[in-house]
Structures are given as structure tokens and as C-alpha cells.
């Protein structure tokens, strides 16, 4: 499958504690996208990189949020002191990154449930 | 509570028929359109795009119409079937030299009987 990956598909972890979730790319895809989707809603942007540079950050994304591509590969995401509004599906994006305005192919998600 | 935001827009329709999602968009600058279909515990599949410079873009069985004098996008199913059964969102990217997010709508929900 040369789909974008994530892992782990689910996440289930107690409030105030640290979570962290691995997106992998369509190979050769430059860019790479985080959503959150919340029961109903569409996804709402988080951040992207281009490579390992980190472009555009939502407001939403607060400083308990982290996001990284070291290598312009894969990407991690991570959230420190969970809270319950954190339960969500957390989704991954990548485009070729050759210009704006590409085709975003999505991954399964993670979806985290903080209790 | 838990239970807003499920109550999504939903169409139903019998098999054969076609469908048609219609999705206002906010951002007259947007200049690039997807139209994705999410099923239960899945990432967004893509369907179909368009660009601003057209006002019409067909596909197998799906067609996208554009109308920007009224911010206005459309995807037209034909045929539809039960496989096509699931949310559908359409999401604008408004092409900017610094952004290259996708702002998605609220969804609609399509349901197919047999």
C-alpha cells in the first residue's frame, strides 16, 4: 500500500498525560499536512511542512501541540498534558509540494479518546 | 453534547438514481476545489477537483460544477449506488502565496436505499 500510513490507529490515554502519533507519507510527496477532525465536523488545519520546514501553524494548534518532519519524511505529532477537548481524529495529509493548490491525499487517522 | 455536530445535512436516495451535494464556500479568493467522501472511521477519500478557472470537470460518474458568482460548488453522482453511501465534504484552498490549507465544510451526509 503506498497510501499516506499513520499509527497508531487508536489512542486511548488518561487526561494530563503525553501522546504521540507517527505519519508517514506517499513516498516522493513533499508536503505534509495535520488535521483534527471532531465528530460531525470537517477537518480543520493544524500545521504543514514542506520538507523538514514547518510552514503555517494554526491557532489551534496551542503550545501543548508539537509538531516535527526532521528528515522531510515521515512526521510526528505530539500532544503534552492531554485534556479531554483533545479527543478527536487526527488526521495526515501529504502533496507533492511542487506548488499550492495540490491534491491532499489522506491517511486513516488516529483517533485519540482522552478519559 | 456528544450529539451535536451528527446532525449533518443528509440526502437519500434510491439506487440508480443521481445525487447532488451542493456546498457554499467562504473565500471568493479560493482558487482550487476538492470534493472528498469520508465513510465511518476512514480519512477522506478523494473524489474530484476543479480549479477557478473552470465551471465544469467530469469524472467517472461524478461531476463537479463551480458557480463564483455565488460562491457555490456542486458534485453530481450518477447512478449512485450503496458503495457511495457516506459524508461527503467539499474544502476550498484559497491558493495564497504563504498558505496552502484546506478549509473543509460541515459535510453531507448521503444515504442510498436499495
Known amino acids: 500500500d503506498t497510501g499516506v500510513s499513520q499509527n497508531p490507529r487508536h489512542k486511548i490515554t488518561k487526561r494530563g498525560q503525553n501522546v504521540t502519533f507517527r505519519c508517514d507519507p506517499i513516498s516522493e510527496h513533499n508536503r505534509l499536512y495535520w488535521y483534527r477532525q471532531t465528530l460531525g465536523q470537517g477537518p480543520e488545519f493544524l500545521t504543514y511542512?514542506?520538507?523538514?520546514?514547518?510552514?503555517?501553524k494554526s491557532r489551534l494548534l496551542s503550545d501543548r501541540f508539537s509538531a516535527e518532519r526532521p528528515k522531510g519524511s515521515f512526521s510526528t505529532l505530539e500532544i503534552q498534558r492531554t485534556e479531554q477537548g483533545d479527543s478527536a481524529m487526527y488526521l495526515c495529509?501529504?502533496?507533492?509540494?511542487?506548488?499550492?493548490?495540490?491534491?491532499?491525499?489522506f491517511g486513516p487517522g488516529t483517533r485519540l479518546l482522552v478519559l | 453534547g456528544e450529539s451535536v455536530g451528527l446532525h449533518l445535512p443528509t440526502l437519500s436516495v434510491q439506487e440508480g438514481d443521481n445525487s447532488i451535494i451542493n456546498c457554499a464556500y467562504s473565500n471568493s479568493a479560493s482558487d482550487y476545489f476538492i470534493w472528498y467522501k469520508q465513510e465511518s472511521g476512514k480519512g477522506p477519500q478523494f473524489i474530484i477537483d476543479i480549479r477557478s478557472n473552470m465551471d465544469k470537470r467530469q469524472g467517472q460518474r461524478v461531476t463537479v460544477l463551480l458557480n463564483k458568482t455565488v460562491k457555490h460548488l456542486s458534485l453530481q453522482i450518477a447512478a449512485t449506488q450503496p458503495g457511495d453511501s457516506a459524508v461527503y465534504f467539499c474544502?476550498?484552498?484559497?491558493?495564497?502565496?504563504?498558505?496552502?490549507?484546506?478549509?473543509f465544510g460541515t459535510g453531507t451526509r448521503l444515504q442510498v436505499f436499495p
Open positions: 511542512f514542506q520538507n523538514e520546514a514547518q510552514l503555517e
Open positions: 474544502a476550498e484552498n484559497s491558493g495564497g502565496y504563504n498558505t496552502d490549507k484546506l478549509i
Open positions: 495529509a501529504s502533496s507533492r509540494g511542487q506548488g499550492v493548490g495540490e491534491t491532499q491525499y
